[in-house]
């Protein structure tokens, strides 16, 4: 008896080999996934209630105020498209781990390389949203990648201004 090395010669044992190693270099490379592991602050629930669609929302969190991943999982065969997830920042998000990627024998159904710009809405009681593909049968982790500066909040709230006034005046 020992470890059945010849396995490793199938692809879909090959791909679940590169997704443990992925997935372990992930986790340590992410401090939010450990820093606070053993207190009720490093974890809050965004969505735990959607059991309609079978999906999972979470966030976990570091010691720093914006060190933090969000996760989503979907527990069904059902990819969702434009998935609303509450967000704490309003900025530009990104996808940096998915278990449904190819390489690790899923369907492919990512975000590589998308930009996930945070809307100015509440949801999930938090302050604004993204908008997301959520994976078959899958994880997608999303983090802040950046975080909108407050001169540009300021001018967007005074063009809103300027643009109801004009509104207002017709």
């Known amino acids: 008896y020992g470890l059945e090395w010849e396995l490793l010669e199938r692809e879909q044992h090959a791909k679940t080999q590169v997704f443990v190693k992925d997935l372990n270099h992930f986790y340590k490379d992410q401090k939010s ?3 606070v ?3 009720y602050e490093g974890f809050d629930f965004i969505d735990p209630h959607n059991e309609e669609n079978s999906i999972v929302t979470l966030m976990r969190k570091g ?3 914006d060190e933090f991943i969000i996760c989503v999982l979907n527990f069904t065969p059902v990819v969702y498209y434009d ?3 509450g967000v704490p920042y309003l ?5 940096v781990f998915n278990s449904d990627d190819e390489k690790y024998w899923g369907s492919n159904q990512t975000m590589k390389n998308d930009e996930l710009f945070a809307i100015d809405s509440k949801w999930h009681n938090k302050p604004y949203h993204i908008k997301i593909k959520v994976p078959p049968l899958g994880a997608t982790f999303i983090k802040l990648k950046q975080i909108k500066k407050q001169e540009v909040l300021e001018e967007d709230q005074k063009l809103k201004s300027i643009d109801l006034i004009s509104k207002l005046g017709e």
Do not use: R
Not at 91 to 95: D, I, L, M, Q
């Open 63 to 65: 010691k720093d105020e």
């Open 91 to 95: 900025g530009v998000y990104e996808e």
């Open 33 to 35: 996934l450990y820093e």
């Open 37 to 39: 592991d053993s207190s």
């Open 83 to 85: 998935y609303k997830v």
